[in-house]
């Protein structure tokens, strides 16, 4: 058989660090960075005797992502312990949930090929992050930093639902995108906030069972993921085709080599031995609490692109792209209550923005001008002040350097020659220096006429208005 | 009369008078420690110096005239599992030998602000799990009234010091009857407070949903006093509860006219012995005399406290004792190549055979395919205990009990028999798992000279009643004029 | 309901003990006798009944998301039989 015939199945565990200011269980900072064990006490370094306290900004974080991602919110929910011995977990025991997650039945929506797709969630728990091991490259040894511990996280918990990895890419974006609009997790991957362990299997298309999985674990970019899922699935395929058995097991996978490793055996079966957390009380969430929440929810991303398709007569595809990262659509409406032109402003965002961060290998969030600047710039070229050229020219410089646009050309001297006149002399020294692009054009070659505003366009460093060269080329040339 | 020979209310008026310093007291307990604990065995440290030193501040301080708090300068002595800043916390385990405790438990800091004197930290089965002080990883503590029997445990040390006077009063906790089962077998009163009225931050966890600290005093008025300071709403403890604060001593009321006692009739049975038996039958009697009533009555589900308890405080502790691994603190074994080694041979080495034997079967009951059987029928089993004495105490105010089902035994009797040393507990245990409050209170010899203790039970944050109840008969009885004999010592 | 002496090892295993051949022996008997004892929990009619969870019946006990920093770090790092630079220092971590 082929790879054709076969399907992937892909579920995903997502573990998102919430954004409060304190650790899950203690006063703690959370602030990434800092000397290793300084964001540390006695609760989150497991001393003999301290004690859990839950921060209430935990459970109303939760909620409120339970609440984006049309989960079910537990009423009575509560803390379980699960038990393992490993560095990065000091008390032995990490404070989770077990049997009564706080949010269950949820689903995003994703756009495919083939039209949107529903992911389901079967649940969103809290608990708590782990430590960090480092490692050092003289064979030393190991060393624990206790400042993550007790840092707190969701779990979100998809089911099997994604089909390629492009689907589990889109889906993980979209929690994202939904976790960045409701202010609950900065999603920083690369600072690791955002990660996620990824189930592959696959089977024979039109076959319902589930195949054998494996997991990736803590996988922290989406072009990892996207590798890891494609690899891991071509190697079940091929395992399968000869004849072999997928072991269900965990895999690390190495972005150098591109492939898949199994990891170490561990040395006992996983038995957590999870139990009701008897330092802690019982969660119960009344319908005020959860209304309340509900009540004060930003605006999520499908409301948004509705307005934007209604109100603003944006296209589905830049309305789409705009209310992708709450980042983009933010900055779209502060630009467009200044210059209101929704239009250019989405189509800049679509283009350019997104070519130059690409470019830069950086995230919108990592973008430092605001709705000010770019809503000057699209003001500046509805005005003719500047040509689109020129406007792609700043916002590079924008990604440099925040300024007003009006400030950078001026410094760098781009305003557009709009003044009939300065390009009349222009156009004129141009057609002297070129007598047979004259005769061409009166031959019929219209081509010719391209090649004069090059030219003009060369003369002024591209400054010169367009329209303006065109319309007193045609003027000159038909004397 | 000495010093030490005074209970803390009257030692607390001889300072206000200016009858008495603080370093005169001080003093007093630290002689009769030299002379005492050498046999006793009490104290794993004695903070000699640091106790010298604030008792000289609180008595410059009263010399001053700046104002004090009512027990300022008190002596106090601390079963060591409470972790105090910058003193060596052991919970009496190699485990913890030379583990200095980076922050104040919060009855210490209670105590901190009274400027109260710590004697020092006082010996306890390892890890609090024991009922002979026996599994002490350190040494074993002897009964003040015979040398060569155990003082109960697992706050042994903690009762025999308050016994011997080698302390005025002493802190202890109590999982399954550890502050009250040693009070009893030492002839003192050692209250278990209903679970959540004392915080248990700082507190070394054995059994998080059963441990609560408590007091063991030569009386029932130094008790209440010593309650007054412990108890209270703690915002670092999650379970304890906030409710209006009492005065205790506000209960010393010597008068049970009309109260309701419950006298439920397994507690007398099968198992217990004769003379403990007689003298809780004539306590019955007195409180009668006094104008209670007693009645008998049943408290059927209770012969199962003890199975609920050991599934449900091992499987607790053998995940509260997951952080002994010989990473962050505490012993390191010396024989390792990996992580493994430190984990495996850290923890076999450091913990003793008890509470090896503990982890076990906590370990057991959660483990897959034993959870629902053992952990979770238990916590049935608990809540149904739990409405039993919600039903014995819509009839009754109070309920009677012995404390423990014998007096003091050898040493080496049970040590090697785990179930029968299980069984110690059976009086006391039930009310842990109710969370309910619970004192001993000693009332008479047996004919070896060995004290007996009787145990009221309350109603859930209902101390008051117990303390009513516990002051009126030690007001017309005469225990106290007992002394421990410190006999049997030449083996 | 009998207890093997493999299922200790395993539990052993789990609880990150090692256990002598004597041990193993004495905690096999010993558990066999204490599970004997433990097993009467199942005379109890419990049907219906919720577990006790806690020993007290409450709920909702938060803490304000407001930072307190502690103080004192060495005094967090003191007890640690082994340390560098600020970490807790073990043998290498192979993944």
Known sequence: ?479 | MELYEYTVHELVKKLENGEVTSTDITKSYLDRIKEKDPQVKAYVSVLEEKALAKAKQVDDNRKAGTPVSQFAGIPIGIKDNMCMTGIRTTCSSKMLENFIAPYDATVIEKFNKEDMVYLGKLNMDEFAMGSSTEYSAFFKTANPWDLSRVPGGSSGGSAAAVAAEMAPWALGSDTGGSIRQPASLCGVVGLKPTYGLVSRYGLVAFASSLDQIGPITKDVTDAAMLLNLIAGHDNKDATSINIEKKDYTQSLINNVKGMKIGLPKEYLGEGINEEVKQAILDVAKKYEELGATVEECSLDVGKYATAVYYIIACAEASSNLGRFDGIRYGYRTEKFNDLRDIYKNSRSEGFGPEVKRRIILGTYVLSSGYYDAYYKKAQKVRTVIKNAYDTLFEKYDILLTPTSPTTAFKMGEKSNNPLEMYLADIYTVPVNIGGLPGMSIPCALDSKGMPIGFQLIGKAFDETTIFKAAYTYEQNTNFRENKPTFKGGEK | MAISKEEIIHIAKLACLNLSEEEIEQYTKDMQEILEFANRINQVNTEGMDETIGANRKDNVFRKDEVIPFANREILLQNAPSQDEGMFSIPKVIH
């Open chain 1, 1 to 479: 058989m082929a790879k054709e015939d076969y399907e992937i199945v892909i579920g995903l565990e997502v573990h998102c660090e919430l954004s409060t200011k304190t650790k899950i269980f203690c006063s703690c900072p959370t602030d990434f960075g800092g000397e290793p064990n300084t964001h540390c006490c006695p609760v989150c370094m497991a001393m003999p005797g301290a004690l859990p306290v839950l921060n209430e900004k935990v459970v109303e974080y939760a909620v409120k992502a339970g609440l984006a991602t049309n989960c079910n919110i537990e009423k009575n929910s509560k803390n379980d312990r699960k038990n393992y011995f490993y560095p990065d977990n000091p008390k032995s025991y990490q404070i989770s949930q077990f049997d009564k997650p706080l949010c269950y039945d949820g689903f995003v929506t994703i756009e495919t090929d083939k039209g949107e797709k529903q992911i389901r969630i079967e649940r969103i728990h809290i608990e708590e992050d782990a430590g960090k091991l480092n490692h050092d490259d003289y064979g030393r040894g190991s060393f624990v930093d206790l400042n993550r511990a007790g840092v707190p996280l969701i779990e979100v918990v998809s089911k099997p639902d994604m089909r390629s990895a492009i689907e589990a890419e889109s889906y993980m974006r979209k929690l994202k995108s939904i976790f960045e609009y409701i202010g609950i997790s900065d999603c920083k991957m690369q600072e690791g906030s955002l990660r996620a362990d990824v189930n592959v299997s696959v089977r024979k298309k039109g076959t319902e069972q589930l195949g054998t999985r494996t997991e990736m674990k803590n996988m922290n970019s989406f072009r990892s993921i996207v590798r890891a899922i494609n690899y891991e699935a071509e190697r079940q395929i091929e395992i399968i085709e000869n004849g072999g058995d997928i072991t269900q097991e965990t895999l690390r996978w190495d972005d150098i080599s591109g492939k898949t490793f199994s990891m170490r055996d561990k040395e006992d079966a996983e038995d957590y031995r999870y139990f009701p957390e008897p330092d802690l009380v019982s969660i119960k969430l009344s319908d005020t609490y959860i209304e309340n929440i509900k009540g004060n929810l930003p605006e999520l991303p499908e409301s948004r692109k509705k307005r934007y398709l209604e109100e603003f007569g944006l296209t589905e595809k830049a309305a789409n792209f705009v209310t992708s990262s709450k980042y983009y659509s933010n900055l779209f409406e502060e630009a467009i209550e200044i210059c209101h032109n929704p239009k250019t402003v989405g189509n800049l965002l679509m283009s350019d923005i997104a070519r130059i961060l690409n470019e830069r290998e950086e995230e919108p969030e990592d973008l430092k001008f605001t709705g000010k600047e770019l809503g000057e710039l699209v003001i500046l070229i509805d005005q003719g002040t500047i040509s689109s050229a020129i406007a792609k020219k700043v916002l590079e410089e924008l990604f440099n350097e925040v300024k007003m646009p009006s400030d950078i050309i001026q410094e760098k001297g781009w305003i557009q020659i709009s003044d009939e006149g300065a390009i009349k002399e222009i156009v004129v020294k141009i057609l002297e220096a070129n007598p047979q692009s004259i005769i061409d054009f009166k031959a019929g070659k219209s081509k010719a006429l391209g090649f004069l505003v090059g030219q003009a366009m060369k003369e002024t460093k591209g400054k010169a208005n367009p329209q303006m060269l065109n319309k007193l080329f045609l003027e000159e040339l038909k004397k």
